[in-house]
């Protein structure tokens, strides 16, 4: 840890060298890095052709697509879960 309260490390995402840094925890950025690289090997795999930037690019709107349904799914509980704490209260 610095003296700016933020964490620095190096990680190895696609066969290539980031440095991070941030407030979140070593272990927290580590596990972010690597869900990265996994996804990206995954698209790879499957597109031979593309290159690196085009890889980046659709890594990064598959999980933009998996937060937002992520994000959909967590305001459908809630709703949910306040109709349930509505008729509890009736």
């Known amino acids: 840890m610095q003296d700016d309260g933020k964490n620095r490390i190096s990680v190895e995402i696609y ?8 407030k979140a925890s070593v272990t927290h950025m580590r596990m972010v890095a690597g869900y990265v690289d996994d ?7 499957g597109n031979h052709r593309l290159d690196t930037a085009k890889i980046a690019v659709l890594t990064a709107v598959n999980i933009a697509d998996e937060y937002i349904r992520l994000q ?3 305001q459908e509980l809630l709703r949910l879960l306040q109709e349930d704490a509505a008729e509890a209260n009736e």
């Open 39 to 45: 996804r990206m090997n995954e698209i790879a795999k």
């Open 72 to 74: 959909q799914e967590y």
């Open 15 to 22: 066969g290539h060298q980031y440095r991070l840094s941030g």
